[in-house]
């Protein structure tokens, strides 16, 4: 609770997105948002005319960042209550042609960022047995395609890492979400866009079939009310299922798309 007996949130990538929106929502419904992310300008969008949304730039690629962040905005607004991380990169580049470095630091952030965020406000929450984590990861790292090879192995790893503390935990008072969407309208599609796009990215870009993120934000709320571990929103569930039970057909269309 924060200082006030409000509810108080932490959001990770709230300045654009699905952070936004999730952000924004939290703060309607009466809760005291931490919103984190690198971009300031973004985050004073988030926070305009909210009150109640406390904006703080945040490096998740660095635990001694998080760590900083989070006992200051304990320090000024109080207990963390609920962690929703959201923040991630997502560029496309063939494997071939992406370099050591660079993927390492897509696992930086994605994965080890991920890994940070639980760590840093995790015990605290097992302490006072409450506290609700909504981690979000991909059907990315189930339903592979071509040129996000990297970016599908980050969210792989986030997708394990966060089914295995559910289970660690369970019983001890604290719920963990792990949220799989598809690929959504949003500005992380633009990274992808902006490299070496895949080319069912660019079909459904085109086509208009990217999710819309206010919907599958609503379909991940809808998760959260029925205590889901693992939430699928939109074609998500559809996706896992067509590439564990058909990879051959799976691979056939996706490959497809890349010699249009």
Known sequence: MDKNGKTLALVTGAASGMGRIYARRLAAK??????????????????????????????????????????????????????????????????????????????QVNFFG?????????????????????????????????KMGAYCATKSAVNTYVECLQNEIRGRGVNVHLVCPPAVNTPLIDQTVATDTPGSIQEARKTGRLASPEKIIDAIE??????????????????????????KLWWKTVLSFENK
Request: charged letters at 25%.
């Open 30 to 107: 009466g809760m005291t948002v931490a919103a984190l992310d690198l971009n300031e300008e973004g985050l004073a969008e988030t926070a305009q005319g909210q009150d109640n949304i406390h904006c703080y730039r945040c490096d998740i690629s660095s635990s001694e960042e998080i760590e900083a962040r989070v006992a200051e905005i304990r320090g000024k607004l109080g207990d963390i209550d609920e962690l929703v991380h959201a923040a991630a990169l997502m560029p496309a580049h063939a494997l071939e042609d992406h370099s050591n470095d660079k993927l390492a630091f897509l696992f």
């Open 114 to 146: 991920t890994v940070y965020m639980i760590k840093t406000l995790l015990p605290a929450m097992l302490e006072r047995g409450s506290g609700r984590m909504v981690l979000f990861g991909s059907i990315a790292g189930v339903a592979i395609v071509p």
């Open 222 to 247: 809808r998760g959260i009310a029925r205590n889901r571990d693992i939430i699928y929103p939109g074609e998500a569930r559809l996706l896992m299922l067509w590439k564990v039970l058909l990879p």
